[in-house]
């Protein structure tokens, strides 16, 4: 039985473009190379076929998140999320550098989908594969008043999505969101609130008082006041999720 499942799983990494279906293979393959010995179920064709699925997963990554529309997008983050699941739990280090050169093509490419531009970005930042300058100079080009709402919103989720805000914390960071929102018609403002709510919905509530104290230039250990100079409406959101009603 096994030669023959081994042999249409080969088959599968070298025939099936959809990346999601061949990455969620990933981590029962995985379990079988770690634990198959325990119930005298050979392992030899799941570390060769983890292999291929790795390469036919990893080496052209960065090409199937470009120019997708917002439903195929969340489906990639689903992959490149299991990607990243198996890397962080130390397998294939032989495949990590490619991989961080995957994640950072698809950072830099204009034609990525933004939601996995802000995920990649997030990474690289918390992997220290970036310093803080990379990361303020990639900011400011995703929030550079000219771009789009929808764009910058679907980036920002990204960022965010199951990731610590720590960057967003650094003065330069806070100082260019602050600039980008300023310049917003009231109803390009409406259309990023939902995503906004999504977003910081994510975050611990310290995390969310954090960037609140942070942007009112109060120390950590002050009570917030609540004031703001720009978008009353700023601290709703971030605090608890709600914002302006429609």
């Known amino acids: 039985l096994w030669p ?11 025939q099936d473009h959809n990346l999601v279906l061949l990455a969620r293979m990933i981590r029962p393959l995985q379990s079988i190379f770690d634990y198959g010995s325990l119930h005298g179920t050979p392992t030899d064709f799941a570390a060769r076929t983890l292999e291929g699925l790795l390469n036919r997963i990893v080496s052209g ?12 997008a969340q489906a990639m983050m689903e992959a490149l999320l299991l990607v990243q699941h198996h890397f962080d739990r130390g397998g294939a280090v032989e495949w990590y550098p490619v991989w961080m050169g995957q ?34 100079e990639a900011l400011q080009r995703e929030f550079a008043p000219q771009m789009g709402v929808q764009q910058a919103a679907e980036w920002f989720e990204g960022f965010l999505h199951g990731q610590s805000p720590f960057f967003l914390l650094l003065p330069g960071a806070l100082k260019c969101l602050d600039q980008w929102l300023a310049v917003q018609e009231e109803v390009d403002f409406m259309a990023f609130l939902p995503l906004l709510r999504r977003s910081f919905a994510q975050m611990k509530e310290s995390e969310r008082k954090r960037i609140l ?20 409406e700023r601290s709703a959101i971030i605090d608890a999720g709600y914002g302006r009603q429609a």
């Open 103 to 136: 994640l950072r093509s698809i950072a830099h490419h204009r034609e990525s989908h933004p939601l996995l531009r802000g995920k990649c970005w997030s990474l690289l930042a918390g992997l220290k594969e970036i310093g803080e300058g990379e990361f303020l």
């Open 213 to 232: 104290q942070a942007l009112a230039g109060q120390q950590p250990n002050q009570t917030s006041a609540w004031v703001w100079m720009l978008h009353p």
């Open 61 to 72: 990554f960065a090409n199937h998140c470009l120019q997708l529309n917002s439903d195929r």
């Open 4 to 14: 023959e499942l081994a042999a249409a799983l080969d088959l599968a990494c070298l």
